[in-house]
């Protein structure tokens, strides 16, 4: 199965705005998934979500930015993404991460970008294309972890 048209084409679209708001979206996403999700912090080495001096945000932060980034340029040239997929899908094995985790991490990700960008900016058809998006790349993590842990 492969992305509509439509939500590539506006994924590949959001691609500037997400890479411009590429410290915000992490800092947000994470401090609304600990807040709504505590569960989820014995999953985190804590110590990657300290901000510098500067402000810039901790790796995990960043990391989960660029996954979203690489995968809005990348969505419709997949065989780009396979790098990106081994490590996050290695690391997400070594701490449990199960496929139940996806639509918790979704549904953070998408309140996250509305915050971050606005409902202008996010709006109902930009929204339902990063959802698309999302629960693509969450079914190609999955399959991955899977076999990963046969």
Same mark, same amino acid.
């Given at each position: 199965?492969?992305?509509?048209?439509?939500?590539?084409?506006?994924?590949? +679209?959001?691609?500037?705005?997400?890479?411009?708001?590429?410290? @915000?979206?992490?800092? *947000?996403?994470?401090?609304?998934?600990?807040?709504?999700?505590?569960? *989820?912090?014995?999953? $985190?080495?804590?110590?990657?979500?300290? *901000?510098?001096?500067?402000?810039?945000?901790?790796?995990?932060? &960043?990391? &989960?930015?660029?996954?979203?980034?690489? $995968? @809005?340029?990348?969505?419709?040239?997949?065989?780009?993404?396979?790098?990106?997929?081994?490590?996050? %899908?290695?690391?997400?094995?070594?701490?449990?991460?199960?496929?139940?985790?996806?639509? #918790?991490?979704?549904?953070?990700? &998408?309140? %996250?970008?509305?915050?971050?960008?606005?409902?202008?900016?996010?709006?109902?058809?930009?929204? %339902? +294309? #990063?959802?698309?998006?999302?629960?693509?790349? %969450?079914?190609?993590?999955? +399959? *991955?972890?899977?076999?990963?842990?046969?």
């Amino acid at each position: 199965m492969a992305l509509s048209e439509g939500s590539v084409y506006i994924l590949k +679209a959001c691609h500037p705005v997400l890479l411009e708001n590429r410290e @915000a979206i992490g800092k *947000t996403f994470y401090r609304n998934l600990f807040r709504d999700h505590p569960e *989820t912090k014995n999953m $985190f080495n804590l110590s990657h979500f300290i *901000t510098d001096d500067d402000g810039k945000p901790g790796p995990q932060m &960043l990391s &989960l930015s660029d996954s979203v980034i690489c $995968f @809005a340029k990348y969505c419709d040239q997949l065989e780009h993404l396979g790098q990106l997929v081994e490590r996050v %899908a290695n690391k997400h094995v070594s701490v449990g991460v199960r496929s139940e985790h996806y639509p #918790v991490v979704g549904g953070v990700l &998408l309140q %996250a970008l509305e915050d971050v960008l606005g409902k202008e900016v996010f709006n109902v058809d930009v929204k %339902a +294309a #990063v959802a698309e998006g999302y629960f693509f790349l %969450a079914n190609i993590f999955i +399959a *991955t972890e899977e076999g990963m842990m046969k």
